[in-house]
Nanobody
Framework: QVRLVEVGGGLVQAGGSLTLSCAAS????????MGWFRQAAGKERETVAA?????GNTYYSDSVKGRFTISRDNAKNSLKPEDTAVYYC????WGSGNSASGMYDYWGQGTRVTVSS
Protein backbone atom coordinates (compact mmCIF):
# COMPACT_ATOMS: atom_id res chain seq x y z
CA GLN A 1 0.00 0.00 0.00
CA VAL A 2 1.28 3.46 -0.91
CA ARG A 3 -0.13 6.52 0.81
CA LEU A 4 0.23 9.83 -0.95
CA VAL A 5 -0.21 13.33 0.42
CA GLU A 6 0.06 16.41 -1.76
CA VAL A 7 1.80 19.42 -0.26
CA GLY A 8 2.21 22.94 -1.54
CA GLY A 9 -1.14 24.17 -2.81
CA GLY A 10 -2.44 27.62 -2.03
CA LEU A 11 -3.34 31.02 -3.42
CA VAL A 12 -0.98 32.75 -5.82
CA GLN A 13 -1.19 35.61 -8.27
CA ALA A 14 -0.98 34.99 -12.00
CA GLY A 15 2.64 34.69 -13.07
CA GLY A 16 3.63 33.34 -9.71
CA SER A 17 4.64 29.80 -8.94
CA LEU A 18 4.03 27.02 -6.49
CA THR A 19 6.04 23.90 -5.82
CA LEU A 20 3.79 20.90 -5.43
CA SER A 21 5.28 17.89 -3.67
CA CYS A 22 3.93 14.40 -3.21
CA ALA A 23 4.86 12.88 0.12
CA ALA A 24 4.78 9.12 -0.05
CA SER A 25 4.81 6.45 2.61
CA UNK A 26 4.53 2.72 2.42
CA UNK A 27 6.30 0.70 -0.24
CA UNK A 28 9.49 1.79 -1.97
CA UNK A 29 8.38 4.87 -3.83
CA UNK A 30 11.38 4.82 -6.16
CA UNK A 31 9.68 1.97 -8.05
CA UNK A 32 6.70 4.13 -8.96
CA UNK A 33 6.01 6.51 -11.79
CA MET A 34 4.36 9.71 -10.62
CA GLY A 35 1.59 11.62 -12.25
CA TRP A 36 -0.01 14.96 -11.51
CA PHE A 37 -3.65 15.46 -12.40
CA ARG A 38 -6.08 18.29 -11.79
CA GLN A 39 -9.78 18.90 -11.70
CA ALA A 40 -11.29 22.34 -11.97
CA ALA A 41 -14.81 23.07 -10.77
CA GLY A 42 -17.36 21.72 -13.21
CA LYS A 43 -14.73 20.05 -15.40
CA GLU A 44 -13.39 16.56 -15.86
CA ARG A 45 -10.09 15.51 -14.36
CA GLU A 46 -7.16 16.05 -16.70
CA THR A 47 -3.58 14.91 -16.77
CA VAL A 48 -1.06 17.64 -16.08
CA ALA A 49 2.30 15.86 -16.12
CA ALA A 50 3.89 12.51 -15.47
CA UNK A 51 7.35 11.07 -14.93
CA UNK A 52 8.53 7.49 -15.26
CA UNK A 53 9.86 5.51 -12.33
CA UNK A 54 13.40 5.94 -13.71
CA UNK A 55 12.93 9.68 -14.17
CA GLY A 56 14.00 9.34 -17.78
CA ASN A 57 10.61 9.89 -19.41
CA THR A 58 8.24 12.79 -18.87
CA TYR A 59 4.86 13.81 -20.22
CA TYR A 60 3.24 17.27 -20.20
CA SER A 61 -0.19 18.23 -21.39
CA ASP A 62 -0.29 20.93 -24.04
CA SER A 63 -1.96 23.29 -21.57
CA VAL A 64 1.06 23.32 -19.24
CA LYS A 65 3.97 22.51 -21.56
CA GLY A 66 6.73 25.05 -21.09
CA ARG A 67 5.27 26.30 -17.78
CA PHE A 68 5.32 23.22 -15.55
CA THR A 69 8.32 21.08 -14.65
CA ILE A 70 7.92 17.68 -13.05
CA SER A 71 10.64 15.81 -11.23
CA ARG A 72 10.69 12.76 -9.01
CA ASP A 73 10.57 15.15 -6.05
CA ASN A 74 7.99 17.75 -7.04
CA ALA A 75 6.31 19.79 -9.74
CA LYS A 76 7.11 23.47 -10.34
CA ASN A 77 5.18 25.89 -12.45
CA SER A 78 4.43 29.37 -13.72
CA LEU A 79 0.73 29.84 -13.15
CA LYS A 80 -2.26 31.30 -14.98
CA PRO A 81 -5.80 31.74 -13.66
CA GLU A 82 -6.93 28.78 -15.77
CA ASP A 83 -4.63 26.59 -13.71
CA THR A 84 -6.99 26.96 -10.75
CA ALA A 85 -7.99 23.44 -9.72
CA VAL A 86 -7.52 20.70 -7.19
CA TYR A 87 -4.25 18.93 -7.97
CA TYR A 88 -3.72 15.24 -7.29
CA CYS A 89 -0.59 13.14 -7.35
CA UNK A 90 -0.76 9.47 -8.24
CA UNK A 91 1.61 6.50 -8.37
CA UNK A 92 2.01 3.73 -10.94
CA UNK A 93 4.29 0.78 -10.09
CA TRP A 94 7.14 0.47 -12.62
CA GLY A 95 5.28 2.98 -14.72
CA SER A 96 6.64 4.66 -17.83
CA GLY A 97 5.11 8.05 -17.11
CA ASN A 98 1.80 7.31 -18.78
CA SER A 99 -0.70 10.11 -19.22
CA ALA A 100 -3.72 7.82 -18.73
CA SER A 101 -5.14 8.18 -15.22
CA GLY A 102 -6.38 4.59 -15.28
CA MET A 103 -2.79 3.35 -15.14
CA TYR A 104 -2.27 4.78 -11.66
CA ASP A 105 -2.95 2.65 -8.64
CA TYR A 106 -2.62 5.07 -5.75
CA TRP A 107 -3.94 8.59 -5.36
CA GLY A 108 -3.60 11.41 -2.89
CA GLN A 109 -6.51 13.43 -1.55
CA GLY A 110 -5.62 16.53 -3.53
CA THR A 111 -4.43 20.05 -2.82
CA ARG A 112 -6.20 23.17 -4.01
CA VAL A 113 -4.40 25.71 -6.18
CA THR A 114 -6.07 29.06 -6.77
CA VAL A 115 -4.55 31.55 -9.18
CA SER A 116 -5.86 35.10 -9.03
CA SER A 117 -5.73 37.41 -12.03
Amino acid sequence: QVRLVEVGGGLVQAGGSLTLSCAASGRTFSRYAMGWFRQAAGKERETVAAISWTGGNTYYSDSVKGRFTISRDNAKNSLKPEDTAVYYCAADLWGSGNSASGMYDYWGQGTRVTVSS
